[in-house]
């Protein structure tokens, strides 16, 4: 069974960069099968992706973060990262990894997710 | 890369049938047939229900069923039980971005 958790601080100051990253456990990030994504839901409303990583490193980003996101992978330690630089409260939000499969871009595993608020 | 457009809010009776629809243009959902939904209950991340327009995963009840004309897609929920009652979620492949409606929350008169 494959599972992913997120971890990292939950708060962070504006202008700041947000880190956070994945553990993947029951299945490998180097996988030619599956992209490794992030996904975030801010206080009642509705998803929006991030990013998405290849096991090679290549990557795609949502074009209105793009200038701001760094999403990176750790074969050795089948780990992927998110960082996002320069938050405002608008970037608060409960922050999901998940796994998405290559041929369908459906995403079958998520993390549990994390709130991460951006505040001083 | 705008959101695809869902109703904000959708309701049915326990028996009954729903279907929720997911618009978006001939950049996303008309130009691929790699839709999914999601069903997300609170404080819960979400969970695949249907993939490419219409498959469904193992495990998810053959009540719901997914299809796609032209730029928009659909999904049915038939025999609504009272567990239904969740936000749902479409998603698109938008070459290479991915693309999220804006949710629809479904309650369970």
């Known amino acids: 069974q494959v599972q992913l958790q997120e971890s990292g601080p939950g708060l962070v100051k504006p202008s700041e960069t947000l880190s956070l990253t994945c553990t993947v456990s029951?299945?490998?990030?180097?996988?030619?099968?599956?992209?490794w994504s992030w996904i975030r839901q801010p206080p009642g409303k509705g998803l929006e992706w991030i990013g998405y990583?290849?096991?090679?490193?290549?990557?795609n980003y949502n074009p209105s973060l793009k200038s701001r996101v760094t999403i990176s992978v750790d074969t050795s330690k089948n780990q992927f990262s998110l960082k996002l630089s320069s938050v405002t409260a608008a970037d608060t939000a409960v922050y999901y990894c998940?796994?998405?499969?290559?041929?369908?871009?459906?995403?079958?595993?998520w993390g549990q997710g994390t709130l991460v608020t951006v505040s001083s | 890369q705008s959101a695809l457009t869902q109703p904000a809010s959708v309701s049915g009776s326990p028996g009954q049938s729903i279907t929720i629809s997911c618009t978006g243009t001939?950049?996303?959902?008309?130009?691929?047939?790699?839709v999914s939904w999601y069903q997300q209950h609170p404080g819960k991340a979400p969970k695949l229900m249907i993939y490419?327009?219409?498959k469904r995963p193992s495990g998810v009840s053959n009540r719901f069923s997914g299809s796609k004309s032209g730029n928009t897609a659909s999904l049915t929920i038939s025999g609504l039980q009272a567990e239904d009652e969740a936000d749902y979620y479409c998603?698109?492949?938008?070459?290479?971005?991915?693309?999220f409606g804006g949710g629809t929350k479904l309650t369970v008169l």
């Open positions: 998940a796994r998405v499969s290559y041929s369908g871009y459906n995403i079958d595993y």
């Open positions: 990583i290849y096991y090679s490193g290549s990557t």
């Open positions: 490419e327009v219409s």
């Open positions: 029951g299945g490998s990030v180097s996988s030619g099968s599956y992209y």
């Open positions: 001939s950049s996303d959902v008309g130009s691929y047939n790699l």
């Open positions: 998603c698109s492949y938008a070459g290479p971005y991915v693309v």
